[in-house]
């Protein structure tokens, strides 16, 4: 998620817990560590800031991987190109 001038957040639910570093990876992409924390209004694990690469990454991706010491989450990106491309017009960053 994210708000026009500010840095992307990532967040997992139900997985990971406390203060972590948790790996951010895409296929065989560059992978990216950041950390994060629960999110005490959201109930959701909260990672930031990611950087907007990982955006281009996951709109063609076939899977992201979210981990840290073994836990962790995989998500298949199926569809994922249309959500990212309507995620960065909201966002203020597609390209004209």
């Known amino acids: 998620m994210g708000l026009p001038g500010e840095d992307l957040v990532g967040f997992v639910e139900g997985v990971l817990k406390g203060e972590t570093r948790a790996t951010w990876h895409v296929d065989d992409k560059p992978a990216y560590v950041s950390g994060g924390s629960d999110n005490d209004y959201f109930g959701w ?3 930031g800031p990611l950087p ?6 996951i709109s ?3 899977e992201l991987a979210v981990t840290d ?3 962790g989450v ?3 990106l199926i569809g994922a190109a249309d959500a990212i491309s309507k995620f ?3 966002f203020g960053s597609a390209e004209d």
Request: proline letters at 0%; hydrophobic letters at 30%; glycine letters at 10%.
């Open 69 to 71: 010491k073994g836990e």
């Open 52 to 57: 907007a690469d990982l955006l281009d990454q």
């Open 60 to 62: 063609t991706g076939k």
């Open 74 to 76: 995989v998500v298949r």
């Open 88 to 90: 960065k017009k909201c």
């Open 45 to 47: 694990h909260e990672f």
